[in-house]
């Protein structure tokens, strides 16, 4: 992966989990929180999946234990604060592949899967499986949008290409181009 991907990629996900969560938020009361027929039981079960494995992965790549023995567990029980802490991991993904050389993203990380099993990806694996992963799961909670009903946000990579290309005054800032990233 190169480091303007990497950059993108890190962007492309704070993007997509603030239009998530505004819409989450915007639902009618008791939603967010109501159980369904879902491995993480719920819209806030599943928000914090997503937050747990960010950091997870965030501690393979520091080099140090993550703590954690189940990837189901409620880390923020409310919106506002699991908001707060998925908005800080963000902020932390951007900057950390900010600082990534293409040789950083090129070396491979050990580290132990909250099973016990042993893996080895590289730095740019990570980051990519971490955005592909908060994909997946926000397909999950756009499934739940359709049982409350509601209509869920669309969060694709083209639509936030789209969006950065028009820039915030419609002017064109080009980030789909190969290695391009905005500071």
Known sequence: MDVGTARLFARYRGWADR????AVAALPPGEA???RPTLFRTIIGTL???YLIDRVWQAHIEGRDHGFGARNLILHAGLPELWDAQQ???RWWIAWS?????AD???PVRFRFIDGGEGVMTRGAILLHVVNHASYHRGWVAEMFFQVPARNPATDLPVFLGEADRGPSGSTLRLS???ACAT
């Open 19 to 22: 239009l998530t969560y505004d």
């Open 33 to 35: 929180e109501k159980e």
């Open 48 to 50: 914090n999946h997503n």
């Open 88 to 90: 800080a991991m963000n």
């Open 98 to 102: 900010a600082a990534q050389s293409e």
């Open 105 to 107: 993203l090129a070396a």
């Open 177 to 179: 181009a190969p290695g």
